[in-house]
């Protein structure tokens, strides 16, 4: 029987081990979390009587021994981060293969839906692929491409890469279960057209004047992970005599010609704050002002006690359809 392990870290490593648990493999053993702060994957292991270990041990030489011992064929790699060593790779019988919740070889590395949705991305992909020393450039061996929504959020667009990925991971573990030499079906990805994002927030996470309204629609929903941390914290604008704002949530307004103010200029109309473009205005629905998590027309209501008055009377907005 195929021996697998898992290293997982979120809801998709734990939605893989609940999976795998129905099927015909040996679950031996999962890598999650930390001692300090055991995860649900890790806990969900040792209620069934199976070791834990901290996701950190991929990067211990030492760990490879572990892996031999317990004759693990296969190790799924499921959102965790670590960087495994060569050693550690070269210990699973079969091979690790990685869950990435993007398009290989397009976009490799860290926080590819929300650089699909900044950068207004018609369609997205999963990727199950070998893992090598250099990461997300192994063979390939499994991708399902997908469109993404008109209003899709960093959130929502995880979600489903988590949904269509595990599925995915269950039909290979299912496939190569089946296979009497172990063998499957891999393509080499064509490094030339690879292109890593790391940790860097696109703009650095400031709103610049020049900045259009599409674009800082697209922003502000690429940072969306609705009541979970995102990792590039929200887009900020600087109000002088107020502070700092972090965009929340907004929508993409079309403004008359001709009557609008200068791009970059914050607007009240109707009780909203609009931030002006060159191509529209974008109404500002939710905002972080200090410790302060503000709606529209709260937020419209507080500059103007933190004296910011209507800059741009005449503008006229209507919704974009």
Known sequence: MLRVAICGEESAGLRVFQCLRAEPVTLCLVLSGSVERPTPLASAARRVGLPAYPARCVRERDFADVLRDERVDVVLNVHSLHVVRAEVLAAARVGWFNLHPGPLPEMAGLNVPS??????????????????????????????????????????????????????????????????????????????????????????????????????????????????????????????????????????????????????????????????????????TKARCGDRILDGGALAAALRQDGLEAVARDVSPTAVD
């Open 115 to 284: 650089w699909a949705i900044y950068r207004g991305h018609r369609r997205h992909a999963v990727t199950l692929h070998e893992m090598r020393p250099q990461i997300d450039t192994g063979r390939i061996v499994a991708r399902r491409d997908f469109p993404i929504a008109e209003r899709e959020t960093a959130l929502s667009l995880y979600a489903r890469c988590i949904r269509l990925g595990v599925a995915e991971v269950v039909a290979f573990v299912r496939e190569l279960a089946a296979s009497p030499g172990r063998t499957y079906s891999a393509e080499e990805q064509d490094l030339s057209r690879r292109e890593y994002f790391g940790r860097d927030v696109p703009d650095g996470g400031v709103v610049d004047a020049g900045m259009s309204s599409e674009r800082l629609d697209r922003f502000v929903r690429a940072c969306d992970f609705g009541p979970y941390a995102s990792p590039w914290g929200h887009p900020r604008i600087s109000v002088p005599g107020v502070g700092t704002l972090e965009l929340l949530a907004g929508e993409t307004l079309a403004c008359a010609r001709g009557r609008a103010a200068p791009p970059g200029t914050l607007a009240v109309h109707d009780g909203t704050v609009h931030r002006v473009s060159a191509d529209g205005c974008f109404a500002i």
